[in-house]
Each structure stands twice: as structure tokens, then as C-alpha cells.
């Protein structure tokens, strides 16, 4: 079992940019696939950026071009650098594992952190 732990949230102006990362203990992010997810108010939780254990990426067409997922194997750690940021990227970033090959729905990842919160001024 992993436990995950999100970081690097808070406020910045449109424009700006922020680096979320997502700690793992218990076991290491190199057994996971590992994705971004967020959740807006009022709105369902939605698919951000996934990695999988051989480093192969998916993004969200709302932020390909933005953002960018990585991982770094011997900190056990999944970054999200987000460039551009937008007034509507404002929600609570999720981080999560999954022991799928590779999957962008949240049903298939057993492991979530805490989340973080990203706000986003216009």
C-alpha cells in the first residue's frame, strides 16, 4: 500500500505558474501508474495528467500544451509543472496511484492523497 502526500499548492496570478508534487511513502511511485486529478466547486472531479511506470504521458486536452507530469524514481515522487495558468484551472489538485498499465478514469486508482489547493486570480 502507498500513501500520498500533495504539496506545493496556493495563489497565483493568470499567467503564472505553480509546481505541484505528490510524495510517496509506504511504497515506491515506480510500482504505480501515477496521475493528476482535480476538482473545481460545484464541479465532479476530473482526469489532469497520468504517468506510467515506464514514463509513457497523458494529458487533459484542456491543459496539453501547459502542463506537464514527470517522476522522479529515486525521490518517489510525481511532479506537476503548470505553466499559463488559467482563472478556470482553480480546484483542488489530486494526486493518485493506480496498479493499472495505464488509465485516465479515477474508478481504476485505488490510492488518493489529500489534495491541494490551486487558486488561480484573474
Known amino acids: 500500500q502507498v500513501q500520498l502526500v500533495e504539496s506545493g499548492g496556493g495563489l497565483v496570478q493568470a499567467g503564472g505558474s505553480l509546481r505541484l508534487s505528490c510524495a510517496a511513502s509506504?511504497?515506491?511511485?515506480?510500482?504505480?501508474?501515477m496521475g493528476w486529478f482535480r476538482q473545481a466547486p460545484g464541479k465532479e472531479r476530473e482526469f489532469v495528467a497520468a504517468i506510467s511506470r515506464i514514463g509513457g504521458t497523458r494529458d487533459a486536452d484542456s491543459v496539453k500544451g501547459r502542463f506537464t507530469i514527470s517522476r522522479d524514481n529515486a525521490k518517489s515522487t510525481v511532479d506537476l509543472q503548470m505553466n499559463s495558468l488559467k482563472p478556470e484551472d482553480t480546484a483542488v489538485y489530486y494526486c493518485a496511484a493506480s496498479t493499472y498499465y495505464l488509465s485516465l478514469t479515477q474508478d481504476s486508482y485505488q490510492y488518493w492523497g489529500r489534495g491541494t489547493q490551486v487558486t488561480v486570480s484573474s
Open positions: 509506504g511504497r515506491t511511485v515506480s510500482s504505480y501508474l
